[in-house]
């Protein structure tokens, strides 16, 4: 029998080519196409030899499924409110950030609430594991610990022990004996991913499965994962911050975007019940170039300090060094204060920064982004009780921005007592707070800083 020809796939996002390539049409990501060997095509027609499925309409009451809280709040509540019983879900993120860290103590607590819980560690010794939990302080949780990377071996295990709640770490070194390529290969990744959430869904066992994610891509990234699982979290941090952000990206059971924030100690990952108070925590004296942005990030107000510098280029192309935030935003809205504003950075090297290691997605924090660098150029700094927020449209105009009132609470909340925010915002209350609503980013910045 002529062997069939093995496939490429790239190992970024899965995409399957012909034959090998640089780079990856279907993600643009580059040298990613590994080769692998076929997939079984299977039989040829299925016939209509099935069993006949049970249809439901859509008026079906279905009773909302009970929720296992694991009592760490920052977890629970990016999972939408606890753990979903048959839920798969991926927890990804780079290597060290401490993925493992933050599923054994997670094990632990959904222990001692009474969750059948086991924990198959594929990279690390049961020795390990067990020394990391002693000095965390976790021996005294039910966990049960596995070090396997066979598929099968663990899968007849869950299937014996039925636990509530399964934790994979990590998916990348798992291997399936019917899948003819690497640990690790997007082929076993996939195969190993699927095996596990159909699993998850059969049984009613809920699993969690770590993924690494690499920034050049070589290892299979879990992307091909996300597809298939009902939730996916990333755990993220910049590297030298204590600060550790757990991010959802999706969510079939809650809602996406919501995050949890925890802080890398010796004695292992802290909740952080009041991040804005962390992340605002070391302003010194009012300096130039300093805008607190009163930011939403899924359900919960969170306030970041942006800060910008700005310095006279020696160089043609003068750089734009920006962390924490879209580079291209920072582009365009230096576009809009040279514009409508009338405030140039040609010449001048700019580097933005949002403290703590904090990521800002938000367009509502273009005002305080802007307030920031036309703080630092001007060299006047922006009053110390001062938040700021508003999404800046390329005419300048500053347009509302949602929920308001929460950010104007929490600011409220921490002491600050003016804002600056669109004009025709929703302010409710106002909480208290002095609100200057403009119109447009000229007007803010002739009244601010008398410039433009
Ligand atoms: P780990 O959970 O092994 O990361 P991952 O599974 O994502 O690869 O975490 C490793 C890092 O966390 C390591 O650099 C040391 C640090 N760490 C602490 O700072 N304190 C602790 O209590 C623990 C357990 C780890
Ligand atoms: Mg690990």
């Known amino acids: 029998m002529a062997k069939s020809p093995s496939v490429f796939t790239c190992s970024a996002c899965g995409a399957v080519h012909k ?54 709040e920052e ?42 819980c086991l924990y198959i560690s594929g990279e690390e010794a049961a020795a390990q594991v067990r020394m990391r939990a002693q000095r965390l302080g976790l021996t005294d949780a039910p966990v049960a610990l596995g070090a396997e990377t066979n598929l099968r071996d663990i899968l007849t295990t869950l299937d014996a022990e039925r636990p509530g709640l399964a934790i994979i770490d990590s998916i990348q070194t798992m291997w399936l ?23 998850a869904k059969r049984r009613g066992v809920a699993v969690i499965l770590v993924g690494h994610v690499t920034k050049d891509g070589q290892i299979a990234g879990p992307r091909v994962v996300e597809h298939m699982v009902d939730t996916v979290l990333y755990f993220e941090g ?67 300090e942006i800060q910008a510098l700005v310095a006279p280029s020696n160089l043609g192309t003068p750089r734009r060094t920006v962390v924490g935030l879209d580079s291209g935003r920072l582009s365009t809205i230096l576009a809009v204060l040279e514009a409508r504003c009338g405030i140039p950075f040609a010449g001048l090297d700019v580097f933005l920064n949002v403290a703590g290691g904090m990521r800002v997605s938000e367009p509502a924090a ?11 150029r001007e060299d006047v700094a922006i009053p110390p009780d001062m938040v700021l927020f508003g999404e800046i449209s390329l005419s300048g105009a500053l347009r509302p921005v949602t929920q308001t009132e929460n950010r104007l609470k929490e600011a409220s909340k921490l002491g600050f007592s003016q804002a600056v925010a669109p004009s025709r915002s929703k302010l409710g209350q106002g909480e208290g707070m002095r609100v200057r609503q403009m119109p447009d980013l000229a007007a803010f910045v002739g009244e601010m800083f008398g410039a433009g």
Request: hydrophobic fraction near 45%; glycine fraction near 12%.
């Open 366 to 376: 273009d005002l305080a982004v802007a307030a920031a660098l036309v703080s630092a």
């Open 238 to 304: 910049e590297r030298g911050h204590q600060f550790r952000i757990l991010r959802a990206v999706k969510n079939r059971f809650g809602p996406a975007d919501e995050i949890g924030v925890f802080e890398m100690t010796g004695a292992g990952l802290q909740q952080v019940a009041n991040p804005s108070a962390l992340f605002l925590s070391d302003r010194d004296t009012p300096a130039p170039g300093s805008a607190v942005f009163a930011g939403i990030e899924g359900t919960r107000p969170v306030l970041t």
């Open 177 to 199: 004996d019917t899948v003819d390529s690497a640990p690790g290969s997007v082929s076993q990744v996939r195969a190993a991913a699927h095996e596990l959430v159909t699993f």
């Open 75 to 116: 977890l629970d509540r990016v999972l939408g409110g606890g753990l979903v019983p048959a839920s798969a879900i991926l927890v990804g993120g780079d290597p060290g950030i401490g993925k493992s860290t933050l599923l054994l103590q997670a094990a632990a607590s959904f222990a001692r609430r009474g969750v059948k």
């Open 19 to 72: 034959k090998w390539a640089g780079r990856c049409d279907a993600c643009g990501a580059w040298n990613t196409i590994v080769e692998e060997a076929p997939l079984s095509t299977g039989p040829k027609s299925l016939g209509l030899k099935g069993r006949l499925l049970p249809l439901t309409d859509l008026a079906t009451q279905e009773a909302e499924p009970p929720r296992a809280g694991s009592g760490m």
